[in-house]
């Protein structure tokens, strides 16, 4: 599940295939519909990083740590 202030809440599908994770899901940008797509891959077993798509209008990179 993805929850996000800018882009509301959404259930995400995807895959993790050895270091490589691909998940997607579709967005509601102020009154218009938005595919967003990441991906990246998994550094160690806390954090990931990769590129983030936003329907085209869009790019950029992520990173992210678990949470404990």
Same mark, same amino acid.
């Given at each position: 599940?993805? %929850? %996000? +202030?800018? *882009?509301?809440?959404?259930? #995400?599908? $995807?895959? /993790? ?6 998940? %997607?899901?579709?967005?509601? +940008?102020?009154?218009?519909a938005l595919? /967003?797509?990441?991906?990246?891959? /998994?550094d160690?077993s806390d954090?990931? %990083?990769?590129t /983030?798509? *936003?329907g $085209? #209008? +869009?790019?950029g990179?992520?990173? $992210?740590?678990?949470k404990?």
């Amino acid at each position: 599940h993805y %929850s %996000s +202030a800018n *882009l509301g809440e959404a259930d #995400l599908t $995807g895959t /993790v295939k050895g270091g490589k994770i691909n998940f %997607s899901f579709d967005a509601d +940008a102020q009154g218009q519909a938005l595919a /967003v797509t990441y991906a990246g891959t /998994v550094d160690g077993s806390d954090s990931m %990083s990769g590129t /983030v798509e *936003l329907g $085209g #209008l +869009a790019s950029g990179t992520f990173t $992210g740590k678990r949470k404990r």
